[in-house]
């Protein structure tokens, strides 16, 4: 079937898809998540280990899909609020935090968020706390749950670190760091080394059972702000303030981790790159196996050559399709997965294996961009600006518009390296009188390059979804038939 006969490019040209179906006043929020799984969603999950519909399992997930499908979790301004079709209740009041859903087993949905460095779990159907993590030293960015094992949930942080959990096992309860020479005994240096604290990590589930340190030694020199587990082979990608957006191959535990085990902590991601965005990377996702999806942020650039006074202009942020070109090296088809297939220096310091395959610019009020996609349907881009949610179908995005060659006109080049060297003469004359210089003593310095024409996001097709207040973020629930939207004082809810 062609892309133009599917109902989600039909529907696409229409100007308003969804009807809004409630407004809920009074409420003041900044982040949403929609309740991700259905009925059917068992029997991908686990690998299908589940999906026998004669089973107890199977029976006690139908309660647990009754009880919470379509259920909302909205986060911001001290407090989290959950609504489904049986009851509305909010809890808790920290200073402001992610959320996200999880799942220990087919019968027991969690609900995990984060008071600044701490996680906590929330069982939704009891509405009852089961246990808390700190095992981060910086502020919890994100929170990111396996899309295949939702048992597998992995946070961001300002540490530098990302850190994977299982929730399966207790947390740890003492320290269990690797022995480095001249020491007898493991360091406790806490957990902005990547290493475990002397004190217990938390109680009640979840293991940390992999560590993704920062350092110069490969990993993240800044707060890593966003991540995604591929959807089927032990990858993680992860993005931050530095730019970087970092490709993690994750070791293959041959036994159940324990806490008797020490985590395993990697420093050297198989593919790192600062060439994809030009500012803090804030959004990652896994389309197909070897492409990807992510944003950064509006940044601040120059827009004249006057090192002594120079301009600033902000330029939005970027979306940015491109595909990973080293993904058969380390994982070849037809083979089975090595345990130690490692990348060298020109891997996790600043590679070229990518290839850019569209890029829009995405407006500067952008207050968020997720994506949304799942088994058999179209990934979906869904914009939160100002008083709109735009929603684009990632299947419609152009190619990237070619790149001129840099030294298009030699003469125009030479002129401005002039005029540039001419400017730092004149603005140093008492300088240059004292020591004799002229402006011969002065090099010529090459101009920066060009910034890249990109494409503007009004160009693709998309919706514009408007709503009565401000939009801080949106949401699209399983089978994208509801459409959520929070921001101050207000919870809209969509539906086609």
């Known amino acids: 079937m062609d892309v133009e006969d599917t109902p989600w490019y039909r529907n696409l040209q229409d100007t308003q898809p969804f009807k809004l179906q409630l407004q809920l006043q009074n409420y003041d929020f900044s982040n949403v998540a929609l309740f991700p799984w259905t009925l059917d969603s068992l029997d991908t999950l686990w690998d299908g280990e589940y999906a026998d519909r004669n089973a107890n399992d199977w029976t006690q997930w139908e309660s647990v899909v009754a009880a919470l499908y379509g259920a909302i979790a909205a986060v911001g301004n001290h407090k989290l609020h959950i609504k489904t079709h049986n009851y509305k209740y909010s809890t808790y009041r920290p200073n402001d935090f992610s959320c996200a859903w999880a799942l220990m087993n087919p019968y027991q949905p969690l609900l995990l968020f984060n008071d600044g460095s701490v996680l906590h779990m929330l069982d939704p159907i009891t509405r009852n706390f089961v246990g808390s993590l700190a095992g981060h030293g910086g502020y919890i960015t994100s929170i990111v749950v396996h899309p295949r094992l939702p048992h597998f949930f992995c946070t961001t942080a300002r540490d530098f670190t990302t850190r994977i959990y299982d929730l399966t096992q207790r947390a740890r309860q003492r320290p269990h760091n690797?022995?480095?020479?001249?020491?007898?005994?493991?360091?406790?240096?806490?957990?902005?080394?990547?290493?475990?604290?002397?004190?217990?990590?938390?109680?009640?589930?979840?293991?940390?059972?992999?560590?993704?340190?920062?350092?110069?030694?490969?990993?993240?020199?800044?707060?890593?702000?966003?991540?995604?587990?591929?959807?089927?082979?032990?990858?993680?990608?992860?993005?931050?303030?530095?730019?970087?957006?970092?490709?993690?191959?994750?070791?293959?535990?041959?036994?159940?981790?324990?806490?008797?085990?020490?985590?395993?902590?990697?420093?050297?991601?198989?593919?790192?790159?600062?060439?994809?965005?030009?500012?803090?990377?804030?959004?990652?996702?896994?389309?197909?196996?070897?492409?990807?999806?992510?944003?950064c942020a509006s940044w601040l650039g120059h827009v004249n050559d006057d090192t002594r006074r120079p301009e600033f202009q902000e330029f939005p942020g970027t979306l940015t399709l491109w595909k990973w070109l080293g993904l058969?090296?380390?994982?070849?088809?037809?083979?089975?997965?090595?345990?130690?297939?490692?990348?060298?220096?020109?891997?996790?310091?600043?590679?070229?294996?990518?290839?850019?395959?569209?890029?829009?610019?995405?407006?500067?009020?952008?207050?968020?961009?997720?994506?949304?996609?799942?088994?058999?349907?179209?990934?979906?881009?869904?914009?939160?600006?100002?008083?709109?949610?735009?929603?684009?179908?990632?299947?419609?995005?152009?190619?990237?518009?070619?790149?001129?060659?840099?030294?298009?006109?030699?003469?125009?080049?030479?002129?401005?390296?002039?005029?540039?060297?001419?400017?730092?003469?004149?603005?140093?004359?008492?300088?240059?009188?004292?020591?004799?210089?002229?402006?011969?003593?002065?090099?010529?310095k090459a101009p920066e390059p060009p910034m890249r024409d990109v494409r503007t996001i009004e160009e693709g097709p998309r919706w514009t979804i408007y709503a009565t207040h401000v939009v801080r973020a949106s949401a699209l629930m399983a089978g994208n038939r509801r459409l959520v939207a929070v921001g101050p004082q207000s919870i809209s809810i969509w539906t086609r």
Not at 202 to 222: D, F, K, V, W, Y
Not at 259 to 266: G, I, K, V
Not at 329 to 336: A, D, I, Q, T, Y
Not at 388 to 407: D, E, L, W
Request: hydrophobic share 35%.
């Open 178 to 295: 690797p022995t480095w020479p001249p020491r007898i005994s493991g360091p406790k240096a806490g957990a902005a080394a990547g290493i475990h604290a002397s004190s217990p990590e938390g109680n009640g589930p979840g293991l940390c059972t992999i560590i993704l340190a920062g350092g110069r030694s490969g990993g993240h020199q800044a707060a890593v702000m966003c991540a995604a587990f591929h959807p089927t082979l032990p990858l993680v990608a992860t993005g931050g303030m530095d730019r970087f957006v970092r490709i993690w191959k994750l070791p293959l535990h041959k036994e159940i981790p324990t806490a008797n085990n020490p985590s395993d902590r990697l420093d050297k991601p198989v593919f790192a790159s600062s060439h994809i965005h030009q500012a803090r990377v804030l959004s990652v996702t896994w389309l197909v196996d070897d492409v990807l999806i992510t944003h």
């Open 328 to 444: 058969r090296r380390f994982f070849p088809e037809g083979k089975e997965i090595q345990e130690n297939s490692r990348g060298c220096a020109a891997d996790y310091q600043e590679s070229s294996s990518f290839k850019l395959i569209s890029e829009y610019r995405i407006p500067i009020e952008t207050s968020e961009v997720r994506i949304s996609h799942g088994p058999n349907q179209d990934p979906l881009v869904l914009l939160s600006t100002d008083t709109t949610t735009r929603i684009m179908n990632v299947t419609h995005f152009k190619p990237r518009i070619p790149q001129p060659f840099f030294i298009k006109d030699l003469e125009a080049l030479h002129k401005k390296r002039a005029d540039a060297r001419q400017r730092e003469f004149e603005l140093d004359t008492k300088k240059s009188k004292d020591k004799g210089l002229t402006i011969d003593d002065y090099a010529e």
